[in-house]
């Protein structure tokens, strides 16, 4: 194989998202015989490197003896080389097990992959850091003796109470809105603090100065999340308990290294070794890590699933079907189909919230590709979210005040109020389109405007208090409807060891009973035998035994009769106890449901595709690993020629078939219920094309306009 094979191969594999890759190398044997001297073309490594079970993992050492024309192994991400095959495969078995911990997030249940562009993700997080927050940020962190989660906190809270020196926000005069700069921080009083403004004009000049409280001025959201903080507090310090910073990050800030006189009685600081001192202090370290961690490799068996690109075809497979290609007859150009499926999904899922009628994806696909200005579906999904951006009191509030407009949207108004976004959004993109929607010529714009429009909507919605409250309510709601979930399940699984323990009772009571019942009979046949034997028993006394035998008889049944009905009543009041906490369990589904967070992929196939199952609508969608194409399956019969083509051996694969199982039900009844409901029209159709053409009969609507007849019964007054 030459080099340009090799390149070739490569490049192949860099058009794959690295977080689903882990060694697509090995996709044929023919790729895993590398010449050597090739491999310097390989992946970029990121410079951190994962925890292994939370401890530092050293990686084998490339041996010094290849020859320039040895056939070797290559590991893509780490740059290992193997002479066997077995030794290669065994590591890349380790390295897919989610045994790995990103160093700079802590997250753990990670691929060896996973963890490296989690690290990569959080440096990238830490460089968008505002420089001008450095400083406040880490004088707070050094020394800190506060939880991390406690730490970040407490940060925030400060930098939103206290604006800092130099920034430009907006402040409330004389009932009126104006933009102002912090001048100086005036600490006046503890609990509340005083700020010297200058007022600015249209052209940042300053009008005049004055002093306002903190009520008086509009604080804008920190430019960073509480994720980035977290990254950013782990990168800059070397130690937590108290949290302690870099020396040369100290220094640069001239922060303080030495430790507080209150701290040194309860902590012992261990002095920060010098990367030679490290080297030389771990040296002996390392080699004692390496043996232990060829130690496990070895212990590690190659079992299923493994990674789906090294599944090979055994005597053992059973008989895959062959999955059917997806349909891929959508309106929208191929690469807007994403954006429409996302718009769609946010628009149906939020409706409460933004006070917006569902619709269906085909309606919604039919009144974007429509070429009229006013189609009351798309005006209304535009006011929807323009008016949750009003209530956020944000900036496009600001900017819609300056302009005197008022906060209702109506069908004529609603292209002023959407030019004012595209303004505000600063897009130069979308920002070539607001003459067009002026004029009244929305309905002309290109399908990939009016999607970007959309798409760009949803983003600031998805960014705005309103928005990001009520996902907090949700997420809190929907933590308390999964634990109350946990015990009723908890409480099911009791109820039914005890109907089985019961069932077990039952069953040696009737046979400990039936025993009894024969021990009189017995009984008397004995006595029986006894007077013809000795002729010493008189016939009334028989007749005693034999009525006192029956007695004994008739009770045993009778409380054996009781304590069977007993127990059938106990255990029929088990089962209907039962059968409400399954009622139970149900409900509170239906109310997990209700509160929507987002919609997660079902899973992804062998080749990385993606496959979607939105609430609304009776589809499975498929997306290419590319995100360029997409198709879905939307009758019954092709969900399970589906199914019966995934290799369960594969971790992609059997997680997604474990998925469709789940909600197979869900699905395919569904989508006969839709089919169910297009033979329906079908034959109405059918029916009244066979009348007489004598009979004149009324025009029938057709599906593809439905979406002209859309009503918001949500919309508020």
Same mark, same amino acid.
């Given at each position: 194989?030459?080099?340009?094979?090799?390149?070739?191969?490569?490049?192949?594999?860099?058009?794959? @998202?690295?977080? /689903?890759?882990?060694?697509?190398?090995?996709?044929?044997?023919?790729?895993?015989?590398?010449?050597?001297?090739?491999?310097?073309?390989?992946?970029?490594?990121?410079?951190?490197?994962?925890?292994? +079970?939370?401890?530092?993992?050293?990686?084998?050492?490339?041996?010094?003896?290849?020859? @320039?024309?040895?056939?070797?192994?290559?590991?893509?991400?780490?740059?290992?080389?193997?002479?066997?095959?077995?030794?290669?495969?065994?590591?890349?078995?380790?390295?897919?097990?989610?045994?790995?911990?990103?160093?700079?997030?802590?997250?753990?249940?990670?691929?060896?992959?996973?963890?490296?562009?989690?690290?990569?993700?959080?440096?990238?997080?830490?460089?968008?850091?505002?420089?001008?927050?450095?400083?406040?940020?880490?004088?707070?962190?050094?020394?800190?003796?506060?939880?991390?989660?406690?730490?970040?906190?407490?940060?925030?809270?400060?930098?939103?109470?206290?604006?800092?020196?130099?920034?430009?926000?907006?402040?409330?005069?004389?009932?009126?809105?104006? !933009?102002?700069?912090?001048?100086?921080?005036?600490?006046?009083?503890?609990?509340?603090?005083?700020?010297?403004?200058?007022?600015?004009?249209?052209?940042?000049?300053?009008?005049?100065?004055?002093? #306002?409280?903190?009520?008086?001025?509009?604080?804008?959201?920190?430019?960073?999340?509480?994720?980035?903080?977290?990254?950013?507090?782990?990168?800059?310090?070397?130690?937590?308990?108290?949290?302690?910073? $870099?020396?040369?990050?100290? /220094?640069? =800030?001239?922060?303080?290294?030495?430790?507080?006189?209150?701290?040194?009685?309860?902590?012992?600081?261990?002095?920060?070794?010098?990367?030679?001192?490290?080297?030389?202090?771990?040296?002996?370290?390392?080699?004692?890590?390496?043996?232990?961690?060829?130690? %496990?490799?070895?212990?590690?068996?190659?079992? =299923?699933?493994?990674?789906?690109?090294?599944?090979?075809? &055994?005597?053992?497979?059973?008989?895959?079907?062959?999955?059917?290609?997806?349909?891929?007859?959508?309106?929208?150009?191929?690469?807007?189909?994403?954006?429409?499926?996302?718009?769609?999904?946010?628009?149906?899922?939020?409706?409460?919230?933004?006070?917006?009628? !569902?619709?269906?994806?085909?309606?919604?696909?039919?009144?974007?590709?429509?070429?009229?200005?006013?189609?009351?579906?798309?005006?209304?999904?535009?006011?929807?979210?323009?008016?949750?951006?009003?209530?956020?009191?944000?900036?496009?509030?600001?900017?819609? *005040?300056?302009?005197?407009?008022?906060? +209702?949207?109506?069908?004529?108004?609603?292209?002023?109020?959407?030019?004012?976004?595209?303004?505000?959004?600063?897009?130069?993109?979308?920002?070539?389109?607001?003459?067009? %929607?002026?004029?009244?010529?929305?309905?002309?714009?290109?399908? $990939?405007? +009016?999607?970007?429009?959309?798409?760009?909507?949803?983003?600031?919605?998805?960014?705005?208090?309103?928005?990001?409250?009520?996902?907090?309510?949700? %997420?809190?709601?929907?933590?308390?409807?999964?634990?109350?979930?946990?015990?009723?399940?908890?409480?099911?699984?009791?109820?039914?060891?005890?109907?089985?323990?019961?069932?077990? #009772?039952?069953?040696?009571?009737?046979?400990?009973?039936?025993?009894?019942?024969?021990?009189?009979?017995?009984?008397?046949?004995?006595?029986?035998?006894?007077?013809?034997?000795?002729?010493?028993?008189?016939?009334?006394?028989?007749?005693?035994?034999?009525?006192?035998?029956?007695?004994?008889?008739?009770?045993?049944?009778?409380?054996?009769?009781?304590?069977?009905?007993?127990?059938?009543?106990?255990?029929?009041?088990?089962?209907?106890?039962?059968?409400?906490?399954?009622?139970?369990?149900?409900?509170?589904?239906?109310?997990?449901?209700?509160?929507?967070?987002?919609?997660?992929?079902?899973?992804?196939?062998?080749?990385?595709?993606?496959?979607?199952?939105?609430?609304?609508?009776?589809? %499975?969608?498929?997306?290419?690993?590319? /995100?360029? *194409?997409?198709?879905?399956?939307?009758?019954?019969?092709?969900?399970?020629?589906?199914?019966?083509?995934?290799?369960?051996?594969?971790?992609?694969?059997?997680?997604?078939?474990?998925?469709?199982?789940?909600?197979?039900?869900?699905?395919?009844?569904?989508? *006969?219920?839709?089919?169910?409901?297009?033979?329906?029209?079908?034959?109405?159709?059918?029916?009244?094309?066979?009348?007489?053409?004598? #009979?004149? &009969?009324?025009?029938?609507?057709?599906?593809?306009?439905?979406?002209?007849?859309?009503?918001?019964?949500?919309?508020?007054?």
């Amino acid at each position: 194989m030459n080099a340009r094979l090799v390149r070739r191969e490569i490049a192949t594999v860099k058009t794959h @998202p690295p977080t /689903h890759r882990l060694f697509s190398l090995s996709l044929s044997l023919t790729f895993l015989f590398t010449i050597a001297r090739t491999l310097t073309i390989s992946v970029e490594l990121v410079d951190e490197m994962p925890l292994l +079970k939370r401890k530092p993992f050293s990686l084998s050492e490339r041996p010094d003896d290849l020859k @320039p024309d040895e056939l070797v192994f290559q590991i893509r991400f780490t740059k290992e080389i193997f002479r066997d095959y077995r030794e290669y495969l065994q590591r890349i078995n380790l390295y897919r097990q989610r045994v790995w911990t990103c160093k700079s997030t802590g997250k753990g249940n990670l691929t060896y992959e996973e963890a490296l562009v989690s690290e990569k993700q959080a440096i990238e997080k830490v460089q968008q850091f505002p420089k001008e927050l450095m400083e406040p940020v880490l004088r707070d962190v050094q020394f800190s003796m506060l939880h991390l989660r406690d730490l970040v906190t407490s940060i925030s809270t400060k930098l939103k109470e206290r604006l800092l020196e130099g920034t430009e926000i907006y402040g409330r005069k004389n009932n009126r809105i104006y !933009p102002c700069k912090i001048v100086k921080v005036i600490d006046e009083e503890v609990e509340k603090t005083q700020y010297q403004v200058a007022w600015l004009d249209k052209d940042k000049k300053v009008t005049e100065n004055a002093v #306002v409280s903190g009520d008086d001025l509009i604080k804008r959201k920190l430019p960073f999340s509480r994720d980035v903080l977290k990254s950013f507090i782990r990168e800059s310090t070397y130690r937590s308990a108290p949290w302690v910073l $870099h020396d040369k990050l100290a /220094h640069k =800030y001239g922060i303080s290294t030495n430790l507080p006189e209150e701290l040194r009685d309860k902590i012992s600081p261990k002095r920060k070794l010098s990367k030679k001192d490290q080297e030389a202090a771990n040296g002996e370290r390392k080699r004692k890590k390496l043996k232990n961690d060829e130690e %496990i490799e070895n212990d590690v068996p190659v079992k =299923y699933p493994i990674d789906d690109l090294l599944v090979r075809p &055994a005597a053992d497979d059973p008989v895959f079907t062959t999955r059917p290609p997806p349909t891929r007859d959508f309106k929208v150009p191929m690469e807007c189909v994403g954006d429409l499926l996302m718009i769609w999904d946010f628009c149906c899922s939020y409706s409460r919230l933004l006070n917006l009628s !569902p619709f269906s994806l085909d309606d919604f696909e039919n009144a974007i590709c429509h070429k009229d200005s006013n189609v009351v579906l798309i005006v209304e999904s535009y006011s929807a979210l323009l008016r949750l951006l009003i209530k956020d009191d944000g900036d496009y509030f600001i900017a819609l *005040q300056k302009k005197k407009r008022k906060a +209702k949207i109506s069908l004529v108004t609603w292209t002023d109020y959407m030019c004012d976004f595209l303004e505000l959004a600063g897009n130069e993109e979308l920002s070539t389109h607001i003459t067009t %929607i002026k004029r009244g010529h929305y309905g002309i714009l290109d399908i $990939h405007a +009016k999607l970007a429009i959309f798409a760009q909507l949803v983003n600031e919605v998805l960014a705005c208090n309103v928005m990001r409250e009520k996902l907090d309510e949700y %997420i809190e709601e929907r933590k308390a409807l999964a634990a109350e979930k946990r015990g009723e399940a908890l409480e099911q699984g009791r109820m039914r060891r005890e109907i089985k323990e019961m069932a077990k #009772v039952t069953s040696n009571g009737v046979e400990h009973n039936g025993d009894a019942s024969k021990k009189p009979a017995e009984k008397k046949h004995s006595s029986e035998n006894s007077g013809k034997k000795q002729g010493n028993t008189s016939e009334k006394e028989a007749n005693k035994v034999k009525v006192g035998a029956e007695v004994t008889v008739t009770s045993n049944k009778d409380s054996a009769a009781k304590g069977s009905k007993k127990s059938m009543d106990t255990e029929k009041n088990k089962t209907e106890d039962i059968t409400n906490i399954q009622q139970r369990k149900e409900y509170l589904d239906r109310e997990m449901e209700k509160r929507f967070i987002r919609t997660n992929p079902l899973g992804k196939d062998r080749d990385y595709n993606r496959y979607w199952y939105f609430r609304k609508e009776a589809r %499975i969608f498929v997306e290419s690993c590319d /995100h360029k *194409q997409w198709g879905y399956y939307a009758t019954k019969p092709e969900v399970d020629a589906l199914m019966g083509s995934l290799n369960e051996k594969g971790e992609r694969e059997k997680a997604l078939k474990q998925q469709l199982e789940k909600r197979y039900n869900k699905i395919s009844g569904e989508m *006969q219920k839709k089919s169910k409901e297009a033979q329906r029209i079908q034959m109405e159709e059918e029916a009244a094309l066979r009348r007489s053409s004598r #009979v004149r &009969a009324p025009p029938r609507d057709n599906p593809a306009r439905a979406f002209l007849k859309y009503a918001n019964k949500l919309k508020e007054d």
